[in-house]
Structures are given as C-alpha cells and as structure tokens.
C-alpha cells in the first residue's frame, strides 16, 4: 500500500485500512476481497475494454471497472501526495501536476505512434521508458499497478505484441521500477519485459484458445502491484 506522511482521509481511523464498501477490517481481509474482486472485473472488462483513448481517461475507466466493488472513490484521481511504502521510498508526482503529466505521457505515446510498427528491441525500449513515466505520475491512491498492467497489455496487443505478466512481481519488479525513477536508468525495466514480450498472431489467428491464455497473462497475484 502507498504511504503518507500525515493525516490521510483514505483511510479508516479505527482500522487503519483504505476505506471500502465491503466492510472489510483488516488488511488481509481488504486484500482478499480485493484481489478476488478486481480479478472477476477483470475477466468482464477483457470482453468489454473501455474505449481505447491511450491518455487519462482510459486509465479511470479502467480503475472504475475494476475497483468499483471495493473502493468508493474507484476511477477518481488521488487528492494526496503519496511515496512508496518502503523505507526511503521516493514520492511519486505530486497530486497537483497529475493531469498536465499524464497529458505529456499521452502525448509522448502517441509520437510514438502508441509502439506500433516497432522491431521487438525498440517496442521494449519504447515501452519501458513510458511505463517508467506512467507509473511516476500514479494517479490513483491505489490500484495503479494492475491498471498500468490492463493499459499496457491492450497497448501491447494493438501494437503486435503480447505480455505474460505472470512472472513479474516480487523483488525483481519493484528493483526496476525504483532503479528507473531514482535513478533514470532503465536497463532492469528492459530486462523485464526482455522476458515477457512476445509476437502476438494476427487478429485472424486469435481464437478462443488464445483469449484465454491472454486472460492467464494478465492474471496477476492478490494484491501485488508492479511499481506500487
């Protein structure tokens, strides 16, 4: 979970948990609902994606579909500053400057012509330096990381390509997200996806052989989020 350094209006004062609608009292249960939760919106939202604007509003559809069981202000921007929940964490932008960088992140994909048309190396490079960007701004006050991962994945597949999130979380993932905005180096984020980047078929050779495992891509572990 992100931290702060003062009062924060997201939290329940008695449990010391995120508010939420399930009546959850304590982490673990908050994680379980959630991790069960946001996973069955998943499934739904992979057979109706929000529309693929590739700029903030895609990123708050996403959050509200996923997160609409659980938290009440789902798909609304954070209105704290926050920092990684580990010690010396770094903050992330501050809330005042969220919008007008992550109009510079949209604006900076579509230069890029939103990946297409890359060779694998270049894709990689490409998207590890907007997955960085991204992921600094963390517009939500929490969720981020399974947002980033629904967002990149339908960047990936419109631009040829497939990931298998499976393999990234734990101490290798946050590693190269803390060497990459501390940094500003984005070897082990390249390194990353180096593992999981894979030629997607052609829309035609899609069948539901292949949604499926797509749906096995995406999965990702309760309550793990990549770069949180």
């Known amino acids: 979970m992100d931290s702060t350094e003062f009062s924060d209006p997201y939290l329940d004062p008695e449990t010391g948990i995120l508010r939420n609608i399930i009546g959850a009292r304590t982490q673990i249960a908050l994680d379980e609902a959630e991790g069960d939760l946001s996973f069955a919106r998943l499934l739904q939202l992979m057979d109706h994606p929000p529309r693929a604007t590739g700029d903030l509003e895609e990123l ?24 990684k929940n580990i010690e010396g964490g770094e903050p992330f932008l501050p809330v005042s400057m969220i919008e007008r960088a992550a109009a510079h992140v949209a604006a900076e994909l579509r230069t890029d012509h939103h990946l297409r048309g890359m060779a694998r190396e270049r894709f990689i490079e490409r998207l590890a330096h907007h997955y960085d960007q991204l992921n600094y701004v963390h517009p939500f006050r929490e969720g981020n990381g399974r947002v980033q991962r629904v967002f ?29 905005a501390e940094h500003r180096d984005l070897g082990p984020l390249k390194e990353m996806f180096d593992q999981i980047v894979t030629l997607a078929p052609s829309l035609e050779e899609r069948d539901k052989d292949w949604y499926a495992a797509e749906r096995a891509r995406l999965s990702f572990p309760i309550k793990h989020d990549p770069c949180s």
């Not at 509200?64 to 954070?78: I, K």
């Not at 040829?160 to 101490?171: I, M, P, S, T």
């Open 60 to 83: 708050r559809a996403i959050h509200r579909y996923l997160f609409q069981d659980v938290y009440p202000w789902a798909g609304e921007l954070r209105t704290v500053d926050i920092r």
């Open 152 to 180: 990149w994945n339908r960047v990936a597949r419109d631009a040829g390509w497939q990931l298998d999130w499976r393999g990234v979380y734990g101490a290798i993932n946050d590693r190269a997200c803390r060497i990459a």
